[in-house]
């Protein structure tokens, strides 16, 4: 038995963005030509989980005051409505107005072409440099 297995579920997730958090201040480092300690890491790594784990509490709270036991969009753009950006990037990657509860029928969509979308989904997301910075 590995000591991952031995881990409870919470500090399985804690290890596993710790170990997201070091890969992705590797490649920034990287790209950037900068050098970051190992207990910077940690520090940010820490920080990441704890507003993860409020974010989380605050999901919850705002499906619970809407009587709901299911986080949806609507929560989640209340969570950041103190951040313009990604607040204005939420509303426009979201189809649904919130009045219209019918579902819509898309047309089927090739496999190549759906792969082509995604990607330059990715591509507008990164080449619009959302600030991620919270209260």
């Known amino acids: 038995m590995t000591m991952f297995q031995n881990l409870s579920p919470t500090q399985k997730l804690q290890a596993a963005v710790h170990k997201d958090v070091r890969g992705i201040c590797t490649e920034a480092c990287h790209f950037l030509g900068l050098e970051i300690t190992k207990p910077a890491i940690e520090v940010i790594a820490e920080l990441v989980f704890k507003k993860c784990r ?22 989640v753009k209340l969570l950041v409505r103190r951040n313009l950006s990604l607040k204005s990037r939420l509303n426009s990657l979201s189809s649904n107005s919130g009045k219209d509860k019918r579902r819509k029928t898309v047309p089927a969509v090739k496999q190549d072409e759906s792969k082509e979308s995604k990607e330059s989904d990715i591509e507008d997301m990164v080449a619009d440099q959302i600030d991620l910075t919270f209260d």
């Open 54 to 75: 409020v974010y989380g509490s605050d999901l919850e709270a705002f499906a619970k005051h809407a009587k709901r036991s299911t986080i949806n969009a609507e929560d």
